[in-house]
């Protein structure tokens, strides 16, 4: 059986107008003898619409009715998109996570799918049928409603290609593929045409939106070959594929940034062993994600200066067990959100010297302050002023020589 998935995220199911675009792609495919699955998104919004009402009804909204809650605006996209399909003569349906069943396990909100039941897609598919699958959700051991992250029908699609043994998995989104930045914030940005698993998950692990984190880890260790491609413009993407199929590898394959991120300084700590322990262990209790780190060297042998930083959304969690945490003690706590973790990947940087001193000069020849730095052994990132985010971002794209790369 020739399956290919097609996914499509929610600004390509965005209006009516878009849904009734997206079943002619899907057609298309049809017309060529694939057996089609398609996964769907939420239309643009409504998936924030729906988080935002649990945070109307309750500031502690119960996290198994989140799942219900959120994961309702794949339901009514799936519906629409087989309507049409039907409505062109094709045969159709929509089907919930629940009703294959998919299933994930994990804690809610936050789940991975570890399962899919084939036997009824199957059949499905052998009667001709065109599954409309709802991506972002699953349901756990306890037949209960679970969602995979935001941005989780990526990671649907990947891991219905992987159970369906597809040949090809195809994320259709509202841009041409994988691009050196995001497009949106910096024109010049190029188009990449083959990128491998490690340095779309740093991209997308540091910020780059065009695909969800997790799906390429699902992807990395099933081998599901990715085509990532616009709804709207009929041109070829971009391949994601393992590091030994591509040929040409560039020092700096991209750049992302977050604007999410808040840093903490903890301003005169005990310079004693099991202080950094102390600090980080409740936060790690409470799932705070504690990303890029830094302890100042103490002149005097007896105090030093620890700066780290979070998502912002988890910054006043962050304040309130630090101040609760009796065990450490400071002279100050100095909390800024308006930073931003600009980082450059590329698995040429591996073999290729010199990559940090060109990003800290070209910083530095623009006058931006680095505040914090962290590095592996295919990306840089660096913290500085988000006002300096755009400057910075157009600097280092001319200086790695991604405006002219091909
Ligand atoms: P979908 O709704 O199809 O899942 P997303 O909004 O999740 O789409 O992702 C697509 C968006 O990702 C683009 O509109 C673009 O602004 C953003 N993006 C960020 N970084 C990149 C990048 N390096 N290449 C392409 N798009 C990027
Ligand atoms: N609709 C979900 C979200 O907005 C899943 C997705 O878009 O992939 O996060
Ligand atoms: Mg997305």
Not at 274 to 292: E, H, Q, R, T, Y
Not at 360 to 369: D, V, Y
Not at 378 to 388: A, E, F, G, W
Request: glycine share 6%.
């Amino acid at each position: 059986m020739k399956i290919v998935v097609l996914k499509f995220g929610g600004t390509s199911v965005g209006t009516v107008k878009k849904i009734k675009k997206v079943a002619e792609i899907i057609a298309s495919y049809k017309r060529k003898n694939y057996k089609v699955m398609v996964v769907s998104s939420a239309m643009r919004g409504v998936t924030n619409e729906l988080i935002k009402k649990s945070f109307e009804i309750s500031d502690n909204f119960s996290v198994s009715e989140y799942d219900v809650l959120v994961s309702s605006g794949e339901q009514m996209a799936c519906s629409l998109i087989a309507g049409r399909l039907i409505h062109n003569g094709y045969k159709s349906r929509s089907w919930l996570s629940w009703q294959i069943p998919i299933f994930t396990d994990g804690i809610h909100k936050n789940s991975r799918i570890n399962q899919i039941r084939k036997k009824k897609i199957f059949e499905y598919l052998k009667e001709g049928g065109i599954p409309i699958i709802t991506g972002f959700q699953g349901i756990n051991n306890k037949g209960r409603i679970t969602t995979i992250g935001r941005g989780g029908s990526d990671a649907s699609a990947i891991m219905i290609a992987k159970f369906f043994n597809a040949e090809k998995c195809i994320i259709y989104t509202d841009v041409e593929g994988v691009y050196t930045t995001d497009p949106n914030k910096l024109k010049k940005a190029k188009k990449i045409k083959v990128i491998s698993y490690e340095e779309m998950l740093e991209m997308a692990s540091l910020g780059a939106k065009v695909m969800q984190p997790v799906s390429i880890q699902d992807a990395r260790l099933n081998r599901i070959d990715i085509e990532v491609r616009s709804s709207f413009v009929k041109k070829s993407g971009t391949f994601i594929t393992k590091r030994s199929n591509i040929i040409n590898n560039k020092i700096v394959t991209g750049i992302s940034f977050t604007q999410n991120d808040s840093k903490i300084s903890l301003i005169g700590v005990k310079d004693k062993p099991g202080v950094a322990a102390a600090i980080f262990k409740p936060l790690s209790k409470n799932l705070i994600n504690v990303d890029m780190v830094v302890q100042n060297i103490s002149a005097n042998g007896k105090e030093t200066d620890l700066t780290f930083t979070i998502k912002t959304e988890d910054l006043s969690k962050t304040k309130k067990i630090i101040k609760e945490n009796k065990s450490i003690r400071f002279r100050k706590l100095l909390l800024k959100k308006d930073v931003s973790k600009i980082s450059v990947i590329g698995v040429g940087m591996i073999s290729t010297p010199g990559v940090t001193f060109r990003m800290f000069q070209t910083l530095a020849n623009k006058k931006i302050n680095i505040q914090v730095i962290s590095t592996s052994e295919i990306k840089i990132s660096v913290l500085i002023d988000r006002k300096n985010t755009k400057k910075a971002l157009v600097a280092l794209h001319r200086e790695f020589k991604l405006d002219k790369r091909k």
